[in-house]
């Protein structure tokens, strides 16, 4: 498998010919299965990614060659409103994985809240991606919600 060695990771509204690719990723990866219509969520792409603060997409790519996304969003579970913002749907296409592009696309996205003034910012994961996060320097702060672990960074100042 090769692995891509140079990439840039760019804001959604400023590469927005990768909004049709971002929307095919995360509904094939989160919603497709759920009955959610691909033309639902290219819409809550394109409508929601074109002002500035929350929602915020970084894409990560090489040259004109998507390689993956992580989003900035004002609330990831409902279970947990108190919880803001979020770190979410993080994709690499299967060619860029192990090149530590999904560590540089979520540390894009908490930074990107750092700057914004938010103080701490939270990921949820399959519990079996437990070790990948905290690799990355993110806390465990709960465990099985809504079957995901709930993780958290705080700036470091």
């Not at 990948?132 to 100042?157: A, P």
Request: aromatic share 12%; with cysteine; hydrophobic share 45%.
């Amino acid at each position: 498998m090769a692995t891509h060695k140079t990439y840039s990771i760019s804001d959604l509204r400023d590469r927005p010919e990768f909004a049709g690719d971002v929307a095919d990723r995360i509904w094939n990866a989160w919603w497709r299965a759920d009955g959610h219509e691909l033309a639902f969520i290219r819409g809550l792409v394109d409508e929601n990614f074109t002002s500035t603060g929350l929602p915020m997409a970084f894409v990560a790519h090489d040259g004109d060659t998507f390689l993956g996304t992580a989003h900035l969003i004002d609330k990831d579970l409902e279970s947990r409103p108190q919880y803001s913002p979020w770190v979410a749907a993080l994709w690499v296409d299967e060619v860029a994985r192990k090149s530590g592009l999904g560590a540089a696309l979520a540390r894009a996205a908490a930074e990107a809240a750092f700057k914004q003034g938010f103080e701490t910012v939270y990921l949820c994961a399959k519990p079996r991606l437990t070790a990948y996060y905290e690799g990355m320097g993110w806390q465990k702060i709960e465990e099985d919600v809504e079957g995901t672990n709930v993780f958290s960074m705080r700036r470091k100042v």
